[in-house]
């Protein structure tokens, strides 16, 4: 009989690849209009970032190969999307994302890697390897959120007619979503321009 906790690992992994494979439907729409138009690159940098973390994580600590296996396979898709991204976007769209995948994606990886790597051992890197993955985690399922927020906010409540915004026409709801947007927007642009 199978372990059960490797029958749940599999369930996870096929959960976790239907996951990485949901923005399919994206990429195809930004390549049959062979733009990508209002996507935002964060999403799939970010994802790429901590599936690069899983998949050090995974060989680092003993028995997590499963944890290693998805993450190579999701870092593997995300590097596709972000290929694509860079390929259909405009070139100042396509210049800041190469800036973020060059920061977090290389440069960050790197240091991680490098840091935790030469100067800890056992489970001091263990633990903090996977200190770092859960943090890049959380940005990662936050930044869907900041583009859906930023995307719909600004455009659908915040303006008139002529293109400025309109505080007397928005409700405190509407007002506080642009400041929440305005706040997500500010550290996209702070890691963007670190």
């Given at each position: ?15 976790s690849l239907l ?29 790429l970032l901590s ?118 026409k928005a409700s ?23």
């Amino acid at each position: 009989m199978a372990n059960p906790s490797f029958i749940v690992g599999i369930i996870g992994n096929m959960a976790s690849l239907l996951v990485y494979l949901a923005p399919i439907k994206t990429f195809s729409h930004i390549v049959k209009h062979r733009s990508t138009e209002e996507f935002e690159s964060l999403p799939y940098v970010s994802t790429l970032l901590s599936s690069s973390v899983g998949i050090y994580y995974g060989v680092t600590k003993p028995g997590m190969y499963l944890l290693a296996t998805i993450n190579g396979l999701g870092a593997l898709i995300q590097l596709v999307y972000v290929v694509l991204f860079l390929i259909y976007a405009p070139p100042k769209i396509r210049a800041k994302t190469a800036i973020l995948v060059g920061v977090l994606d290389v440069g960050f990886l790197a240091a991680v890697f490098l840091v935790t790597q030469y100067t800890m051992h056992g489970d001091l890197r263990i633990g903090v390897v996977g200190f770092i993955r859960a943090g890049i985690t959380i940005a990662m399922y936050a930044s869907p959120l900041v583009a859906m927020l930023r995307s719909s906010l600004l455009s659908k409540f915040t303006h008139t007619h002529n293109g400025t915004f309109d505080s007397a026409k928005a409700s405190p709801y509407e007002i506080e979503g642009i400041g929440l947007c305005s706040y997500l927007k500010g550290l996209n642009s702070f890691f963007m321009h670190a």
